[in-house]
């Protein structure tokens, strides 16, 4: 269970992300700039007095042997990307085998998470399970549901006929710590527990096609994990009848991540995170909700009278910009190309506003394609900036036509004491200086 806000991140803490971030792509061209300059002056240096032409001093990869093929079997970032990294958040939960790993979001481009910088979430650890040994078992509540129970090897899940689909997974509690009050300063921890990957697998609707469910009857399904968490959730069978959700074993043109539940996982469009189970060893169909504690106690949303809200599983439209953003430099005035992602539990994105004056104006961002149902949309927009203090906001609607709201609206609806499902408007303030800083308007 996430501990409350002012839990999740201890002081030194902060400052450390902090310097890391600033130590990001920008610095590090600032140190390439630098260090160019350096070189042109050690070779004026070395040209002789007698007025010989100076000769380019050519670096070793342009005049030796580079390395051989297949140096790296599976091949490995460069050595200069090693900042760009996947970071818990000390202090955040008292084990690391309960506890979260944020993607890098301010170091990607596009829309795809490369599979190692995948976010991570694991309520008791991950494993490395052996895909002979693994089994899927789908069954029903009672035999009036399903015909024919069948347990699966991965094996004869991989013969039958599947597909691969682009999809955003946002755990419900991505900016959870942000409730309150601005609690972190990157946007890899404001909203870095959302990661996009393409995955492959069998519709589950095949499965329970193939085991005679009854489609009238059987009105829910409850997917389970093989992990030591227990991890069970209901989903409604309108869901998985629409074949959106899958039965994936394939993640970005290879098969699953261990840390991403290898072999097998639920593959849920537009629902939060916690109902893609992962390490998937059973199905169940029944024909009412189970209420188990990972949604009867845990993924509830507290509202301001006091009550409990279950079930809110959609992940609802929402945005980011990632550059510039929390922890960021701008080196100087002029232009900057604005960029973040925009995503909706509910379909595609259809636009999204950028504002750099707090939300009193707003244009029209670009959209790149693809421009996919519950996928992750990279958005852009041409800024120039004048050297003043800025205030930068996205504000995405979509295809259902609910637009992302400001803080001020999401709280009057929901209080400030949630932990999930905050899908608030973003602000980041360019100061001065060109630090970029995480705030809230009121
Ligand atoms: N078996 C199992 N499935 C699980 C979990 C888990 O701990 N065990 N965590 C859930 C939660 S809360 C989220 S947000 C996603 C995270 O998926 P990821 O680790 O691939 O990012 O997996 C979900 N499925
Ligand atoms: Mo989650």
Redesign the pocket.
């Known amino acids: 269970m996430l501990k409350a806000p002012e839990n999740f991140i201890d002081p030194a803490g902060a400052r450390t992300v902090f310097a890391e971030a600033r130590r990001g792509r920008r610095d590090f061209l600032r140190g390439a700039l630098a260090g160019a300059a350096s070189a042109a002056g050690a070779a004026r240096a070395q040209t002789p007095a007698d007025g010989e032409p100076q000769i380019l001093q050519l670096p070793a990869h342009s005049t030796g042997l580079g390395k051989p093929v297949a140096s790296d079997g599976y091949g490995k970032p460069s050595l200069h990307e090693a900042n760009v990294q996947r970071r818990p958040s000390p202090g955040l939960t008292q084990t690391p085998q309960a506890s979260v790993s944020f993607a890098p979001l301010q170091s990607l481009f596009g829309i795809v998470t490369p599979s190692g910088l995948?976010?991570?979430?694991?309520?008791?650890g991950w494993w490395d399970i052996d895909p002979a040994q693994h089994r899927l078992m789908v069954n029903g509540s009672d035999d009036k549901l399903l015909k024919r129970p069948m347990v699966f090897t991965l094996d004869e899940l991989m013969r039958l006929p599947s597909v691969s689909r682009f999809h955003f997974?946002e755990?419900g509690a991505n900016t959870g710590m942000e409730w309150g009050n601005v609690a972190v300063p990157t946007v890899q921890y404001t909203h870095g527990?959302l990661?996009c990957s393409e995955f492959t697998g069998v519709p589950l609707r095949t499965l329970l096609e193939l085991c005679g469910v009854d489609f009238k009857r059987a009105r829910f399904v409850l997917g389970e994990?093989a992990?030591g968490?227990g991890?069970t959730r209901t989903l409604p069978m309108a869901l998985v009848e629409s074949g959106e959700v899958l039965v994936a074993y394939g993640q970005n043109g290879e098969m699953l991540r261990p840390?991403?539940?290898y072999p097998l996982r639920l593959v849920v469009p537009g629902v939060q995170?916690?109902s893609?189970?992962?390490?998937l060893r059973r199905i169940e169909v029944g024909d009412q909700p189970w209420g188990t504690k990972d949604e009867a106690i845990h993924y509830i949303d507290l509202l301001p009278d006091g009550t409990h809200r279950q079930y809110s599983s959609t992940q609802e439209c929402k945005s980011v910009v990632t550059t510039p953003s929390g922890g960021q430099v701008l080196l100087q005035k002029g232009f900057h190309s604005i960029s973040g992602l925009a995503w909706s539990g509910r379909g595609a994105v259809q636009r999204v506003d950028v504002s750099v004056d707090g939300g009193r104006q707003w244009r029209q961002a670009r959209l790149q394609t693809p421009v996919l149902s519950k996928c992750l949309t990279r958005f852009s927009l041409d800024w120039v900036w004048d050297g003043q203090p800025a205030l930068i906001q996205s504000r995405a609607t979509d295809s259902t036509g609910h637009v992302q709201p400001g803080y001020r609206a999401l709280r009057a609806a929901r209080g400030t004491r949630s932990i999930y499902h905050n899908n608030a408007i973003q602000t980041w303030w360019v100061q001065e200086s060109g630090e970029v800083r995480n705030v809230q308007l009121a």
Do not use: L, T
């Open positions: 995948h976010f991570e979430r694991h309520h008791q997974i755990c527990m990661s994990g992990d968490s991890m840390e991403n539940g995170g916690v893609w189970i992962k390490y």
